[in-house]
């Protein structure tokens, strides 16, 4: 199946709340960094990593069963996924800036080791993530994550860059504080009763993956 919706948004954006929204309004199955971490997904990986380091993506196999995609590694590559998906819509999920920075010092990026402390193996593969975004996006939005100032304006550098690069009747800026409404209206679909999803908040995160509380 073609991918219907693809995320721009960076993670710790509200990402995981908009593949669970996307999925009750029959959007789903939607593929999320999450997916990488499950048995099932292990033999695609390689197709990732081939992206990764600057080989053809084959989209299809790396979507096969999924109608939309959030979150990292896919937002990376919304230039290439809003071509090869001329039909689906782009969601920029959105946050204040200095919010979604503290929030991802106290999660994922608390997960990581120091660059300079990493093992080898580690350093490797963090090298080829940045050449990947630095190719695919054109700059590293965590040039220095030590450096508060200077990641929180990458950061809206990069939302600025999608919005100069999708046209408006395909974009869709969206905060997921905002509910269902704008979302909704974007993909032409009925509000649903239910309460919109907002899952993995910091603390959700540390209780998921183990990683330690970090002063925000």
Known sequence: MPLKIIGAGLSRTGTLSLKLALEELGFGPCFHMLEFIKPEYEPRRT????????????????????????????????????LAYPGAKIILTVRDPVSWYRSSVATVWAAEPS??????????????????????VGFDILEDPSNEPLTTALFDRYGEQVIRDI???????????????????????????????????????????????RPA
């Open 167 to 213: 046209p408006p009747e395909r974009l869709l800026v969206f905060d997921v504080a905002d509910g269902w409404a704008p979302l909704c209206a974007c993909l032409g679909v009925p509000v649903p009763e239910t309460p919109f999803p907002h899952e993995n908040a910091a603390a959700e995160f540390q209780t998921r993956f183990g990683s330690p509380p």
């Open 115 to 136: 660059r300079k402390g990493a093992p080898r193996g580690r350093q490797a593969r963090a090298a080829k993530l940045r050449a990947a975004t630095i190719r695919e």
């Open 47 to 82: 197709l990732w990593e081939a992206a990764r380091d600057g080989g053809e993506p084959d989209w299809k196999a790396m979507f096969d069963g999924f109608s939309s995609a959030v979150d990292m590694p896919a937002c990376l590559y919304y230039r290439k996924l809003s």
